[in-house]
């Protein structure tokens, strides 16, 4: 490996314990990439970065092992109906978090809701498409004002309505959690996404639409939380 290259290598792979460098490595292998290329967003739990397979550009979603606070993920999981018998078991929480992350997406992508699509998932690393043009990430809907906020905000809610009626409810959408790809919304981090029918539903759901209203309120939109709620619902 030429100097520069391993340089590069080291200080992306120093953020990461021996476990999942070899699940990295096990991926590379496997042929999913050809090794990390950019850091994108490192965030409090997990890294992101970006990597080149042969179909093109990928996004992986890395758990840090040792900063993810699973007392959080097991308050957050241990609603959701689909998975049980988590309580005390750390690594396992942790991993069932990021297969959730996946099968949500999946739901998502199925029932039409513009998102990444999800690519795999092993132990704490999620892989995903790749969301922008020419190796640049698609900028977050908090930093790019859509052209048009009516319109932009008016498809914002047919996809919340869309993963309503798949079952599920994203619970962390905002700004941040959604990207501006040439004016297309693209809805991010599905981390705490969960059932419709588990308990937090409608106290989510409604924190979703207030975070979205109040964004789009401060673009010049009127809007009534009440009345983009029961659209959703409906
Ligand atoms: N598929 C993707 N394509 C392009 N950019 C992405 C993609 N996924 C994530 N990003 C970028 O990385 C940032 C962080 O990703 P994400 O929101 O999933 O993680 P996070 O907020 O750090 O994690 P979490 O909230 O799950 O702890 C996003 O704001 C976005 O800029
Ligand atoms: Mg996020």
């Known amino acids: 490996m030429p100097n520069k290259a391993r340089e590069k290598f080291k200080t992306m792979h120093n953020v990461f314990d021996n476990f999942t460098n070899r699940l ?7 042929g999913h990439f050809e090794g990390l290329e950019a850091t994108v967003s490192v965030g409090k739990e997990a890294n ?29 999981i241990k609603e959701d109906k689909r998975y049980a018998n988590l309580k005390g078991k750390k690594r396992k929480i942790i991993f069932t978090w990021v297969q959730r992350e996946y099968r949500n997406l999946l739901i998502a992508r199925q029932a039409g ?23 640049e990430v698609a900028p977050k809907l908090k930093d790019k004002k859509p052209e048009d906020p009516k319109k932009f905000f008016d498809k914002v809610v047919e996809n919340m309505k869309k993963l309503y009626k798949s079952g599920l409810v994203h619970a962390d959408l905002s700004p941040f ?3 501006n790809f040439n004016e297309v919304p693209i809805l ?14 409608d106290e989510f759901i409604r924190r979703d639409v207030r975070n979205v209203v ?18 959703i619902l409906k």
């Open 24 to 30: 990295i490595f096990k991926m590379i292998s496997e």
């Open 177 to 179: 959690n959604i990207l």
């Open 188 to 201: 991010i981090d599905f981390s705490q996404t969960t059932t419709t029918d588990s308990t937090s539903a």
């Open 113 to 135: 809701v513009s998102c990444p699509t999800p690519i795999k998932f092993l132990g704490n690393i999620i892989l995903l498409e790749f969301i922008g043009l020419d190796g």
């Open 48 to 76: 992101i970065f970006s990597a080149v397979g042969q179909k093109g550009r990928i996004i992986l979603k890395i758990y840090r092992l040792e900063a993810c606070d699973f007392n959080r993920m097991y308050d957050y």
């Open 214 to 231: 109040n964004h789009f309120k401060k673009l010049g939109l009127k809007l009534s939380e009440d009345k983009v709620l029961a659209k």
